[in-house]
C-alpha cells in the first residue's frame, strides 16, 4: 500500500534511522580523536574569612579565598562555565590552619552527544592521562581579621537569590 | 479501508495481541536496563535549565548507578526526600564514605548557590545510598523534549494514545 500515512511513516523512520547512525558516529569519535592535556597550577595567595552561604542564612562558615594561575594545554576541548564562584569550605565550616591542601584542575567533557568523560591521570587509549595540573601540599592560614571586608569578598552572590532553588 | 466492521474477529485479536506484545516489550527493556544499572530510574529527562550550558530543558541522560564511589565533579539525579521530582545536579563536595555512608552536596551549574535550599528541611547533605538514584554517563540532546511537552500539555497524552491505538487497530498487514 502507499498511502500517504505509510510514506510519512517510512520517511520518518528512515530520518529517525540516520540521525541516529550520525549520533553514534559522532559519539563514537570521541574515542578515537587524541587527547594530550597538560596544565600547571600555582598558588598565589590564601586567605581565609568568616560569612554566611547565602543572604538569608544564618548558619557561619569559613571561606578560603584562593588566588591561583592556571596555565592549560587541553588541545581539542574547548572551555566553558568555568565560573570561579564556588565556596571553599566543608561540612565542618571552619578551614582555618587545614594543612595538606591540594589544589587540582578537573573537568568534565560534555559531547555533542554520546558518553560523559572526566579527566584522568592515566593513559586510556589515545587519550594521555593529564601530565601536571596540581599544586605542592600547602596550609590555610588562620581567620584574617574583620577589616571592613566588601560583600563580594564573601561569596555572596548579590541578585543571584531568584535563581536559587530551581530543580533539575 | 478503514471500516472497523470489516475487520475479522481473528485479525482483531491479532492486532490487539500485537499492541500488548509491543507494549510488553516496552517494559521488559526499561525493567532489564533498570537490573543493568542499578537505578530505579536508568534514564531520565533533564526539565529545568539549571545545568545549562551543559545540559538543556529535553536532554536524555543515561544513569549508572554501580559503584557509588561518587566523585566531585560528577553529575548525579537524585530525589529530594518526600517529592517524586528528580534533580540533574553537580556533586561539589563530598565527605564521609568507607565505613560511614557517603554525603554529597550538589549545585546545579546554572544556580547562584548549592542546592542546601532545595534538600529536604534539616538536611544539608545527601546521602549517596539513599537519595541518588544514578550518575550520568551519557547524553542525547534534545530527544526527551516530548515528554516536557505531554506534561506541559495532557492533552496531547490523550490525542497520542487514541492515534496509537487507531494506527495499531486499523493497520493491516
Known amino acids: ?168 | 479501508m478503514l471500516n472497523l466492521s470489516s475487520l475479522q474477529p481473528r485479525q482483531l485479536a491479532a492486532q490487539i495481541l500485537n499492541f500488548a506484545l509491543v507494549l510488553s516489550t516496552a517494559f521488559m527493556l526499561w525493567k532489564g536496563l533498570s537490573v543493568a544499572t542499578d537505578s530505579p530510574s536508568p534514564i531520565v529527562v533533564v526539565l529545568s535549565g539549571s545545568m545549562e550550558p551543559a545540559f538543556q530543558r529535553g536532554d536524555l541522560l543515561f544513569l549508572w548507578n554501580r559503584g557509588q564511589d561518587t566523585q566531585i565533579g560528577e553529575v548525579v539525579v537524585y530525589n529530594v526526600r518526600g517529592k517524586d521530582i528528580p534533580i540533574v545536579h553537580r556533586v561539589v563536595r563530598r565527605f564521609g564514605g568507607g565505613s560511614s555512608p557517603l554525603r554529597l552536596l550538589t549545585k546545579g551549574d546554572n544556580n547562584a548557590a548549592d542546592d542546601t535550599e532545595l534538600y529536604a528541611r534539616g538536611q544539608s547533605f545527601l546521602n549517596r545510598q539513599k537519595d541518588v538514584i544514578g550518575s550520568v554517563v551519557g547524553y542525547i540532546p534534545f530527544v526527551g523534549y516530548v515528554t516536557i511537552l505531554l506534561s506541559e500539555y495532557p492533552w496531547l497524552k490523550t490525542v497520542m494514545l487514541g492515534l496509537m491505538g487507531l494506527t495499531v487497530v486499523l493497520q493491516r498487514e
Open chain 1, 1 to 168: 500500500m502507499h498511502s500517504t500515512l505509510v510514506r510519512a511513516q517510512t520517511v520518518f523512520g528512515f530520518f529517525t534511522t540516520v540521525a541516529f547512525c550520525v549520533a553514534a558516529l559522532i559519539a563514537l569519535s570521541d574515542f578515537v580523536s587524541p587527547q594530550t592535556p597538560s596544565a600547571d597550577v600555582k598558588l598565589r595567595n590564601v586567605q581565609v574569612v568568616r560569612g554566611r552561604p547565602n543572604y538569608y542564612s544564618t548558619k557561619k562558615e569559613e571561606y578560603a579565598h584562593i588566588k591561583f594561575d592556571l596555565d592549560t594545554a587541553l588541545g581539542v576541548l574547548h572551555l566553558q562555565n568555568q565560573r570561579p564562584k564556588y565556596q571553599i569550605t566543608d561540612y565542618t565550616g571552619k578551614v582555618a590552619n587545614r594543612s595538606d591542601v591540594v589544589l587540582e584542575l578537573g573537568w568534565n567533557v560534555q559531547p555533542w552527544v554520546g558518553a560523559l568523560t572526566w579527566r584522568g591521570w592515566r593513559d586510556w587509549g589515545v587519550w594521555k592521562g593529564l601530565k601536571g595540573g596540581m599544586t605542592e601540599r600547602f596550609e590555610f592560614p588562620g581567620i584574617k581579621e574583620r577589616v571592613k571586608v566588601r560583600k563580594e569578598d564573601l561569596g555572596t552572590a548579590k541578585g543571584g537569590e531568584g535563581n536559587r532553588g530551581k530543580p533539575a
